[in-house]
């Protein structure tokens, strides 16, 4: 559950994805998220390393991910698929009840 309580706080998960390819400064981060404030990137950013899935790196370059990090993105595909199957049954239920409406009319 804490797992998913961490991942599920906003941010989180991009500030993974966004260092899958390596380390990127605060400033690289803040831009490539787009409108996250620079406090809740601070606050996100203490959490992942407090949960060991990113560090400094040492040559002070930025932030990058930790082999656990790594371990995380590998959650994403089957995450993103099943994500991608609710949308779809979502999207489908949500398109028989309105034809059922314009039926009744």
Do not use: C, H
């Amino acid at each position: 559950m804490a797992l998913l309580d961490l991942l599920g706080r906003r941010w989180t998960l991009r500030v993974v994805w966004e260092l899958r390819e390596g380390p990127l400064t605060f400033r690289e981060l803040q831009a490539r998220a787009g409108s996250v404030s620079s406090s809740v990137l601070n606050q996100r950013l203490a959490e992942l390393r407090g949960a060991g899935a990113i560090e400094r790196s040492a040559d002070a370059s930025g932030y990058r991910l930790t082999a656990e990090g790594r371990r995380l993105l590998d959650i994403y595909p089957p995450v993103q698929a099943w994500a991608e199957r609710w949308a779809a049954r979502e999207r489908r239920r949500a398109g028989g009840k309105g034809r059922a409406r314009s039926r009744r009319r």
